[in-house]
Every structure is written in C-alpha cells, then in structure tokens.
C-alpha cells in the first residue's frame, strides 16, 4: 500500500529467504497485469539491493518462484532469473554462488523450465568473450532488467 500513496516500495529489511518479502513477488505479477513499469522496476531494484546487501545468492527454489513470477518471457523478472543462473553457471570457482545454487539444483530448474532454458542461452550468447559474469546485484545500473525498450533511454536514470 505504501507505494500507491509514495511512490516508493519500502526497503527489504529481513533475509531475502524469509517468507516476509515474499509478497514482494507477488506485486511484482500485479504490476504486470495492470501494466506498471514503474512499479515493476522498483520491485526489481528492492530486489537487487536487498541481494546486494545481504551478499546472497537466490537458491533454485528461489529462482523458480521468481521465475514463476514472470508472467512474460521478456519482462524483467524474467531476465533477472537468467542472469543469475548465468552469473552461478560462470562464476561458481569464484564465488560462494556455487556453495548457496549447487549446479544440480540449476539442471533440475532448467530442465523443468523451456523458456528460461532459452533466455539462458540468449543471455550467455550476448555476454562478450573473455568477459567475466558480473553478478547481476554489483551492476552500476539495473537497467538490463527494467520494462523499457533496448532504444529508450532509461527514465530510472533521468530522476
């Protein structure tokens, strides 16, 4: 509610695995169906911060419900889920990613999803060579994942 009256979705503040935010999710799906970006995008950078901030990477069931959560194949949401499999699938040497997204639970995911299968492939295939996978929570921007088109500036960036 309080963003209907703020404009602003308050900040996570429990461990992203915690029940509590879950909702969050939720309104993400409605934001779709009345077709609200803006809101859309806010989830998605509560999301983000909170990842960033508790260092946490979203485990397969996690990944499955936000996926779940992604009413469209290209929204947001969407391409959030398949940059952070790719992030786990690149960078498991290097990171705890491995240790919190065990790859088996990754193969189960994607064998069970067609269409983040193929977002997978899309993103991996756009990624340049020789170029690590950065974790989609420490990007300067978040705009890979916002509702706007690939052409129009990014109007999170102009407020």
């Given at each position: 509610?309080?963003w209907?009256?703020s404009?602003?979705?308050?900040?996570?503040?429990?461990?992203?695995?915690?029940?509590?935010?879950?909702?969050?999710?939720?309104?993400y799906?409605?934001?779709?169906?009345?077709?609200?970006?803006?809101?859309?995008?806010?989830?998605?950078d509560?999301?983000?911060?909170?990842?960033?901030?508790c260092?946490?990477?979203?485990?397969?069931?996690?990944?499955?419900?936000?996926?779940d959560c992604?009413?469209?194949?290209s929204?947001?949401?969407?391409?959030?889920?398949?940059?952070?499999?790719?992030?786990?699938?690149?960078?498991?040497?290097?990171?705890n990613?491995?240790?919190?997204?065990?790859?088996?639970?990754l193969?189960?995911?994607?064998?069970?999803?067609?269409?983040l299968?193929?977002?997978?492939?899309?993103?991996?295939?756009?990624?340049?060579?020789?170029?690590?996978?950065?974790?989609?929570?420490?990007?300067?921007?978040?705009?890979?994942?916002?509702?706007h088109?690939?052409?129009?500036?990014?109007?999170?960036?102009?407020?």
């Amino acid at each position: 509610m309080q963003w209907i009256y703020s404009g602003q979705i308050p900040a996570l503040h429990s461990h992203p695995e915690d029940s509590l935010d879950w909702p969050l999710f939720d309104l993400y799906v409605l934001a779709d169906k009345f077709c609200i970006p803006d809101l859309m995008d806010q989830i998605l950078d509560a999301c983000l911060d909170c990842m960033k901030k508790c260092n946490w990477t979203p485990a397969a069931d996690s990944l499955q419900h936000m996926h779940d959560c992604s009413t469209r194949k290209s929204s947001g949401m969407s391409r959030l889920v398949a940059a952070l499999v790719c992030y786990v699938l690149c960078t498991y040497r290097y990171s705890n990613a491995e240790e919190e997204c065990p790859r088996g639970e990754l193969h189960t995911l994607l064998g069970n999803n067609e269409d983040l299968r193929l977002q997978v492939c899309k993103t991996l295939r756009a990624h340049p060579n020789g170029k690590v996978f950065i974790d989609p929570c420490e990007r300067a921007c978040y705009c890979d994942f916002y509702e706007h088109a690939v052409t129009d500036p990014c109007p999170r960036s102009m407020k």
